[in-house]
C-alpha cells in the first residue's frame, strides 16, 4: 500500500457514509462508536479540540477543553499539538490563528458565524473611525478579523470597564459593536464621550426583562446569572437597584465567571440568562445546584452547527481550514495583546 493510501485509510471512517447537508452536517449519531472514531482521528491528526461552552453537550463531552473564547484561545496557543479543531463560531477560530499563526486551525463547519461579529463590517468601522479622529477604538472580542485589525484595544466582558478606565478621560471612545455592553460599561464608568455601535447578538438580546422579572418573582430564593451582553441585563439590575431582587442576588458575569461563581455558591437554585449551551456546564461544575434558563429558548443556532456529523467530517477531511492574512492577524494580534494586558479579562463569551 503506498504511504497516500495508507494514510486515505488512517482518516476515513465507516460513520461518515450517513452525512448530510442540508444548511448543516447531520447524518452520524452521537454514540460510543462516535465518541472512539472522534479520540482516533483526533490523535492521528495530533490534533487537541477545543469546545466552546455553548456547544451540544456530546460536542462538549469529547472535547479536550471546554470553556469560553479568550480561555479558549489560550490554551490553542499552550497545547503541543500542530493542530487545533476550534468547535466554536468562526470569530472565536479566527482569534485561535491571531494569537497562533504557526499552528493549524480547523472549524467543523466554517458555516458558522455570529450575528453580533456580524454587525459590524471593517468598512462602517473604517467610516466611524473617520467620522471621530482621535477616537480609541475598544471592540468585544466577538468580532472578525478585520475588524481586530483597525481596533486599538480589545476588551472581554470581564475587564470592558478596565479597558475604558485605562483611556485618559478626555479622549473619544468608540466602543462595538454590542450595545448591550457599551450601556452596562457607560453605566459603571460615568463615561460620557463614549460612543456605542448599536449592534446585538440575536440570541441575548432576546432573553428580555420582562422574563427576567417574572422567572425572578417565580424562583425568590434563586440567584440570578447574566451575561452583560444579554438584553435583560439592564434589567437585572434595575430590579436590584428598586429592590425587587436583593443586590447581592444579581450577578452580572461573563460565562467563565459563572463558572467559578456556580463552584462556590451557596445557592439551591440560579436562573441562568444567556445561551442554554451554558447549562451543561454549570450543572457539571456544581450538580447540587438547580440551574434554570430564564428563557430556554435561547440558542444559538451558529454554535449548534457544529454537530457530531461536522466535527466527524472535519476530522477526516481535514477542513474547514480557518486562515488570516499575516498583516491583519499582526495587527490583530497587537489588540487582543493589549486586552490581556489589561484587568482581569477572564474569558469573554
Ligand atoms: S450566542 Fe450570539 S454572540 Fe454568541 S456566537 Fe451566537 S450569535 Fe454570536
Not at 490553542?76 to 477560530?93: K, L, N, R, Y
Not at 471593517?122 to 478585520?146: I, R
Request: hydrophobic share 45%; proline share 5%; aromatic share 4%.
Amino acid at each position: 500500500m503506498t504511504s497516500a493510501a495508507s494514510a486515505a485509510r488512517t482518516f476515513d471512517s465507516p460513520l461518515l457514509e450517513g452525512l448530510t447537508d442540508h444548511g448543516v452536517y447531520a447524518g452520524v449519531e452521537a454514540g460510543p462508536d462516535w465518541v472512539a472514531e472522534v479520540r482516533r482521528l483526533a490523535k492521528a491528526r495530533n490534533a487537541t479540540i477545543l469546545a466552546h461552552n455553548y456547544e451540544l453537550p456530546a460536542i462538549q463531552d469529547v472535547a479536550d477543553f471546554v470553556g469560553d473564547s479568550l480561555a479558549l484561545s489560550r490554551i490553542a496557543a499552550d497545547v503541543p499539538t500542530d493542530t487545533i479543531v476550534f468547535c466554536g463560531v468562526h470569530f472565536m477560530a479566527e482569534t485561535a490563528k491571531i494569537l497562533s499563526p504557526e499552528k493549524t486551525v480547523l472549524i467543523p463547519d466554517q458555516r458558522a458565524g455570529c450575528s453580533l461579529a456580524d454587525s459590524i463590517t471593517a468598512v462602517e468601522l473604517a467610516q466611524w473611525k473617520a467620522e471621530h479622529p482621535g477616537a480609541v477604538v475598544v471592540s468585544y472580542v466577538n468580532t472578525t478579523a478585520e475588524v481586530k485589525a483597525l481596533t486599538d484595544i480589545c476588551c472581554t466582558s470581564s475587564n470592558a470597564v478596565e479597558v475604558v478606565e485605562s483611556i485618559p478621560e478626555d479622549t473619544e471612545i468608540l466602543f462595538l459593536p454590542d450595545q448591550f455592553l457599551g450601556a452596562h460599561v457607560k453605566r459603571v464608568t460615568g463615561r460620557q464621550n463614549m460612543h456605542i455601535w448599536a449592534g446585538e447578538c440575536h440570541v441575548h438580546a432576546g432573553i428580555n426583562g420582562d422574563e427576567l422579572a417574572a422567572q425572578a418573582k417565580a424562583h425568590p430564593e434563586a440567584d440570578l446569572y447574566v451575561h452583560p451582553e444579554c438584553g435583560c441585563a439592564t434589567s437585572a439590575l434595575y430590579l436590584a437597584g428598586e429592590g425587587a431582587v436583593p443586590d447581592d442576588r444579581v450577578k452580572i458575569l461573563s460565562t467563565g465567571g459563572m463558572l467559578d461563581a456556580a463552584r462556590e455558591t451557596g445557592a439551591r437554585e440560579v436562573l441562568v440568562a444567556t445561551e442554554v449551551g451554558m447549562l451543561h456546564q454549570l450543572r457539571r461544575a456544581a450538580p447540587g445546584v438547580d440551574f434554570r434558563a430564564v428563557n430556554d429558548r435561547a440558542s444559538c443556532k451558529y454554535m449548534k452547527m457544529i454537530t457530531p456529523a461536522a466535527l466527524l467530517r472535519c476530522l477526516v477531511e481535514g477542513r474547514d481550514e480557518v486562515f488570516v492574512d499575516p498583516a491583519m492577524a499582526a495587527a490583530g494580534r497587537s489588540a487582543v495583546t493589549r486586552m490581556i494586558e489589561i484587568g482581569q479579562p477572564g474569558g469573554g463569551e
